[in-house]
């Protein structure tokens, strides 16, 4: 099983470069998530997604966009790249059940120079 | 809002020496919590979890117990290996199916 597939897995943009960053998974599951990791500050939650066609705000939403046109993929937009913008970002997946695992793709390397 | 607060690292160790990385939480209601782990270059994979108060999670020598009464969720293993080494990461769910993260600690595991 594939589970949560993340592409790219490494980019660098220049500032004020756009991109998407795509989050794909086979498992069925209604909620999708992106997050961005740096040092020190866990995972922060940017925005997330309760069932195709519907997305939400999470902690850090500011220049990023998402949209979630089929159920099984998540994009993630920035339309104009900022340094502040340099993390590793992680696509996660779960059910409709609060008890159940989020499962997380590998993670996608950004450096925005 | 909901929190969770992790010991800071990184957290250095011997091989089979004990472990024990704190976990407090900040929330309204019952939530779920969960540790999950990091390999290096990898992304997050759950080590345990537990749904309800007094509820121990367990999974490959790791244990955590759900404290109500102190609102913590600390991970222990009786004997760290050095394959144990990693990033863990406590976190709380509740509506929405939210998770929430605490910041990350590294263990380091000396041979």
């Known amino acids: 099983n594939a589970g949560v597939t993340q592409t790219p897995k490494f980019r660098v943009l220049k500032t004020?470069?756009?991109?998407?960053?795509?989050?794909?998974?086979?498992?069925?599951?209604?909620?999708?998530?992106?997050?961005?990791?740096?040092?020190?500050?866990?995972?922060?939650?940017?925005?997330?997604?309760?069932?195709e066609g519907t997305t939400a705000k999470g902690?850090?939403?500011?220049?990023?966009n998402v949209s979630r046109l089929k159920?099984?993929?998540?994009?993630?937009?920035?339309?104009?790249?900022?340094?502040?913008?340099?993390?590793?970002?992680?696509?996660?997946s779960s059910q409709q059940n609060r008890n159940t695992e989020a499962f997380f793709g590998q993670g996608t390397r950004l450096t925005v120079v | 809002g909901d929190s969770v607060t992790q010991m800071e690292g990184p957290v250095t160790l011997s091989e089979e020496a004990f472990l024990?990385?704190?976990?407090?939480?900040?929330?309204?209601?019952?939530?779920?919590?969960?540790?999950?782990?990091?390999?290096?270059?990898?992304?997050?994979?759950?080590?345990?979890?537990?749904?309800?108060?007094?509820?121990?999670?367990?999974?490959?020598?790791?244990?955590?117990?759900?404290?109500?009464?102190?609102t913590s969720f600390h991970l222990e293993k009786g004997s760290v290996q050095v394959s144990d080494s990693a990033v863990y990461f406590c976190a709380l769910i509740q509506y929405g199916n939210k998770l929430v993260f605490g910041a990350g600690t590294i263990l380091r595991v000396k041979s």
């Open chain 1, 16 to 51: 004020g470069q756009s991109m998407t960053l795509l989050c794909a998974q086979d498992m069925n599951h209604e909620y999708m998530y992106w997050y961005r990791q740096d040092p020190g500050m866990g995972l922060r939650l940017i925005h997330y997604s309760v069932g």
């Open chain 1, 59 to 64: 902690e850090v939403p500011d220049g990023y």
């Open chain 1, 71 to 92: 159920k099984q993929n998540f994009l993630l937009g920035l339309e104009s790249a900022a340094p502040s913008q340099t993390s590793v970002y992680f696509c996660a």
């Open chain 2, 20 to 70: 024990t990385i704190n976990c407090t939480y900040t929330a309204t209601g019952y939530p779920s919590l969960f540790w999950y782990v990091q390999y290096p270059g990898e992304g997050l994979q759950l080590l345990l979890k537990a749904t309800k108060a007094d509820d121990k999670g367990s999974n490959k020598g790791f244990e955590a117990t759900y404290r109500k009464e102190t």
